[in-house]
């Protein structure tokens, strides 16, 4: 049996993970901001992974019992203009999505057992080209990559491995609260009215596409059990989005306009 921490773990993502986990004959630890559930078949810490304090707390909570993988699913998911969007937004973007993850993994290698697994859930976005007002998102994503793969060529040296899963849409609360946030961009934008218009239909018909938490989940597992992990995976990717990015650069920028002028 190993032990894998998981962050995020009241969240449709990281309780789908916990449960596949345990379901396996495995222990899973859970952090999270929110109060955890009454009763789960692994135990929920409340942390905030914005808060050194709450972080340290947390992990003297855990215990010295070594661990064998931490799997990071918390994060959020933000949509706006990139040159409207308030300070305080685009701060907590950076904080939850990428330093988080810094935090968390500083105070876990020290648990870590020979051979464990970093295992962080990015996005589909992450190695693309961003689009507009998805910039926020795609910005944390891609440099919390960037950060993944210098922790892998670190972590290496200590006998650990450090993977990425980059999903699309999944069907979590997360995609509720992103409609709600490109709603009220929509109507707050004083620079984009039309642009977000159209934009929020797009949105709106790839995030119909969403898989299930539990479809994330097994693939979580399967990477887990694989002996030479490769750095990156992927479920869900939009072909749209792909063919858009493997197009020139000059010919995307002209699509964007077009689609949402």
């Given at each position: 049996m190993a032990r894998y921490?998981?962050?995020?773990?009241?969240?449709?993502?990281?309780?789908?993970?916990?449960?596949?986990?345990?379901?396996?004959?495995?222990?899973a630890v859970g952090f999270d901001i929110i109060k955890p559930p009454a009763e789960t078949p692994w135990r929920v810490i409340r942390a905030d992974v914005t808060d050194s304090a709450s972080l340290e707390a947390a992990f003297a909570a855990l215990g010295e019992e070594k661990l064998d993988g931490v799997i990071h699913a918390a994060g959020i998911y933000d949509l706006g203009s990139l040159v409207e969007m308030d300070e305080a937004a685009f701060i907590r973007a950076f904080n939850v999505n990428l330093f988080g993850v810094y935090r968390?993994?500083?105070?876990?290698?020290?648990?870590?057992?020979?051979?464990?697994?970093?295992?962080?859930?990015?996005?589909?976005?992450?190695p693309l080209d961003p689009l507009p007002f998805t910039g926020i998102y795609a910005v944390t994503k891609s440099a919390l990559e960037k950060y993944a793969y210098s922790l892998r060529m670190e972590l290496q040296l200590l006998g650990c491995k450090v993977a990425v899963v980059r999903p699309g849409a999944v069907?979590?609360?997360?995609?509720?609260?992103?409609?709600?946030?490109?709603?009220?961009?929509?109507?707050?934008?004083?620079?984009?009215?039309?642009?977000?218009?159209?934009?929020?239909?797009?949105?709106?018909?790839?995030?119909?596409?969403?898989?299930?938490?539990?479809?994330?989940?097994?693939?979580?597992?399967?990477v887990l059990k694989k002996k030479r992990p490769r750095f990156a995976y992927s479920i869900n990717r939009n072909p749209l989005l792909l063919m858009l990015n493997?197009?020139?650069?000059?010919?995307?920028?002209?699509?964007?306009?077009?689609?949402?002028?």
């Amino acid at each position: 049996m190993a032990r894998y921490l998981v962050t995020g773990a009241n969240g449709g993502m990281g309780g789908a993970i916990c449960r596949a986990l345990t379901d396996a004959g495995h222990e899973a630890v859970g952090f999270d901001i929110i109060k955890p559930p009454a009763e789960t078949p692994w135990r929920v810490i409340r942390a905030d992974v914005t808060d050194s304090a709450s972080l340290e707390a947390a992990f003297a909570a855990l215990g010295e019992e070594k661990l064998d993988g931490v799997i990071h699913a918390a994060g959020i998911y933000d949509l706006g203009s990139l040159v409207e969007m308030d300070e305080a937004a685009f701060i907590r973007a950076f904080n939850v999505n990428l330093f988080g993850v810094y935090r968390v993994n500083k105070l876990a290698v020290p648990l870590l057992n020979n051979g464990a697994r970093i295992l962080i859930i990015t996005s589909e976005l992450a190695p693309l080209d961003p689009l507009p007002f998805t910039g926020i998102y795609a910005v944390t994503k891609s440099a919390l990559e960037k950060y993944a793969y210098s922790l892998r060529m670190e972590l290496q040296l200590l006998g650990c491995k450090v993977a990425v899963v980059r999903p699309g849409a999944v069907k979590t609360d997360m995609l509720p609260a992103s409609v709600g946030a490109l709603g009220r961009f929509c109507a707050g934008t004083k620079l984009y009215p039309v642009n977000a218009g159209r934009f929020k239909r797009i949105v709106e018909r790839v995030e119909a596409q969403s898989v299930t938490p539990e479809k994330l989940a097994g693939k979580v597992l399967r990477v887990l059990k694989k002996k030479r992990p490769r750095f990156a995976y992927s479920i869900n990717r939009n072909p749209l989005l792909l063919m858009l990015n493997a197009l020139p650069r000059r010919m995307q920028f002209w699509i964007i306009r077009k689609v949402l002028s």
